[in-house]
């Protein structure tokens, strides 16, 4: 999906709404724990109540990989339900040596054809750059991350800055906005300012909107710019609205009422 | 396996050798390529060749995942055959916030059963702690790389040092010397000794001897504590000493050459 094929579904669903698939077995309503694949079953009838409301999905390998072979199976069969109306991430927060990352570029954008992967860019250039490689595909860099870890490296002194705006300054030459994103938490929104001065053209993915206690209008009216350049992503505020036999339609609700109020917030920006 | 049963093992074969399993199908012996598993056939036969060289095997998760499924299915199958007299390490650089990285923690350590797994300190340390609180396993965070994208970042000023300085300093005090481990390239030795002021007491994981090229002897003896305190790795100079048919023979050799020198360098220290 390209930057401007992103920015017209934006506009046509006045949504820039990811939902985070990131379901838990212990926490998924118990009449699915009986189904073949439980998870798939959730996250299909997630996907199915949402799509109309969202423009993006984000898998967080994390919950799939700890399942073994099984969990791999139920991402790959969700990665393949989600829609291709909808920018497909893949949360996996790879990077390694550039031999290593060419074969984590090649496992998420060619074996299981996400059209984005989450980045960690502690190695440096050539540990991002394999993803940066696939024309079509999207690097989403971790920029300010939004748990409370981010004191411990991101928000310290580095260079004339602090190290996550390095970060953004160093890395955001190795990629344009047309292949580039930046992970930015809005556990202060503040901060937003600080990533625009740095970066104005670039999307931001921005989860910390609802369990993480981001707050949605501010974040939209200070990392908005000209092309919108923003996803916002909710997960468990989304995947577990309800935890009986009306999950789905509870979810529907949630991401409706959010694309609500982001349309109004487009609107007035 | 605990810190001491690591020594015990180094010391009762003179070795400090990790064996690096990052197969890569375009270039291992075209007759094995017939394989049910070509991967697990060539991986079999270069531990049946090294493990009396060797105290450690790492496997290199990219490679794997870009397989799909059945790199999934092949990682597993090594790791399993991997002896239980080997400490296991599963480089996975993985990182991401608490609630994710215990699922990762459990991917690795649990589902999988490996000893150690390699974490990415980016994001500070409640995306470190879950691999930490399983107790009997190690953390190996990413400390210094041996990759040329370590100026990046890793080499740049942060704090009233360099920013894997930094790292060394913070996160040392997340763990101990018997559960968390460290990444250190060996591209410049000198380095080394600065590792070593900060952490005195933690093994060291050092990539980079080989194809990569470190100075094994210099390294060495700038790296040893007083408990010998040293893995490296050898991936590409392994498994890939012969393309022919005697590739697993050519292996075992490579690796019994790694370990004389070690020998001498034990012997020496």
């Given at each position: 999906m390209?930057?401007?094929e992103l920015?017209t579904a934006i506009?046509q669903k006045?949504s ?31 996907i199915?109540?949402?799509r109309e409301?969202c423009v993006a999905y ?23 339900y989600i829609p291709d109306s909808h920018l497909k ?26 059209d ?154």
């Amino acid at each position: 999906m390209t930057r401007k094929e992103l920015i017209t579904a934006i506009q046509q669903k006045k949504s820039y709404l990811c939902v985070g698939l990131d379901p838990d077995l212990t926490k998924i309503p118990a009449l699915l724990r009986s189904q073949p694949d439980p998870l798939f079953a959730f996250n299909r009838q997630i996907i199915d109540a949402t799509r109309e409301s969202c423009v993006a999905y984000k898998i967080n390998t994390a919950f799939y990989e700890s399942l073994g072979i099984r969990g791999w199976e139920t991402l790959m069969r969700t990665a393949e339900y989600i829609p291709d109306s909808h920018l497909k991430i893949a949360d996996a927060k790879r990077g390694d040596i550039g031999n290593s990352s060419a074969h984590y570029a090649r496992a998420f954008f060619e074996t299981m054809q996400f059209d984005a992967v989450t980045v960690a860019p502690y190695m440096g250039e050539d540990s991002v750059r394999p993803f940066l490689e696939h024309a079509g595909k999207w690097t989403i860099l971790l920029g300010l991350t939004s748990n409370a870890g981010a004191i411990d490296f991101e928000l310290q002194p580095a260079g004339d800055g602090l190290l996550f705006e390095q970060v953004l300054k160093t890395s955001s030459k190795w990629g344009s906005p047309e292949n580039l994103m930046f992970v930015i938490g809005a556990t202060r929104p503040e901060w937003i300012d600080r990533v625009r001065q740095i970066v104005p053209s670039h999307f931001l993915l921005v989860p910390g909107i609802g369990a993480q206690g981001g707050n949605l209008s501010e974040t939209s009216h200070r990392a908005f710019n000209g092309d919108i350049g923003l996803l916002i992503n909710s997960s468990r505020a989304i995947l577990y609205a309800s935890g009986g036999s009306d999950f789905a339609a509870a979810a529907g609700k949630a991401a409706a009422a959010l694309q609500r109020e982001m349309a109004t917030y487009l609107a007035s920006r």
